[in-house]
């Protein structure tokens, strides 16, 4: 990642962080940190390994991530995919859904791409669209909102049932954090990609998308599903931490313990009182 004329990588991000929101000073290293780019590379080291022993296992992981518009989907990503085997992962970001996939049972489109054994799947954004923009652009009535929602659970538990290794993050930022990062993206002649009608609604309804997340956080987190919300103003401590949190749940050869210990005040299990204590966006 490069960096610009005042000592920040092109995210804009200071260039020392840690994996427990410590900023190193400008210059040199507190006892203990490393900069961003050393933890990146050891925790990339680390999926590598990973992957290997995933293919080895003929493992079925499927990762998904959720979050408002600009919550950092297509970054943290990246950083999970970036030196991994192309043969063996896929990303997963569906467009809106064609008129002979809307007369189709909702979750069939996804279903297609769903894991094979060693392979690993990271869907962004996912069917959890109905639980979220679709609930609140009215893109569905109720009753398909009801409908999912009751079907989800079986859905996941089914995936659980065929030896699918499911993982739900969901990237959690504040209402001023989203209004900067839609605006920086409108000024960025490279991110114009990323530009949707839905952008200046995803600010104006905040509240109605909060609404629809707490419902779908409560309502779909499961013990065979989790929900796991990673704090994500900070770009860099998100990424880190998602790849922490995710490299910590496995076991394989070689494992360097040290390289994936995740800071769980950023990255943490989701259950309803994280709703009102403050560690959640209202």
Known sequence: MGK????????????????????????????????????????QVELVKLQKDTIKNNRKVLVIFEGRDGAGKDGTIKRFTEHLSPRDIRIVALPKPSDRESSQWYFQRYAEHLPAAGEVVFFNRSWYNRAGVERVMGFCNDEEYEEFMEEVPIFEQMLARSEIFIFKYYLDITRHEQEKRLNDRRKDPLKQWKLSPIDAKAIAMWEDYSKARDKMLIRTNSLVAPWTIISANDKKLARLNALADFISRFEYEDKDDKAAVPDRSIVFPFNADRLNDGTIAP
């Open 4 to 43: 610009n004329d005042k000592g920040k990588d092109a995210d804009g991000n200071k260039e020392k962080t840690s994996l427990t929101g410590k900023a190193g000073k400008s210059g040199g290293k507190k006892e203990g940190e490393r900069s961003y780019k050393d933890q990146l590379y050891a925790l």
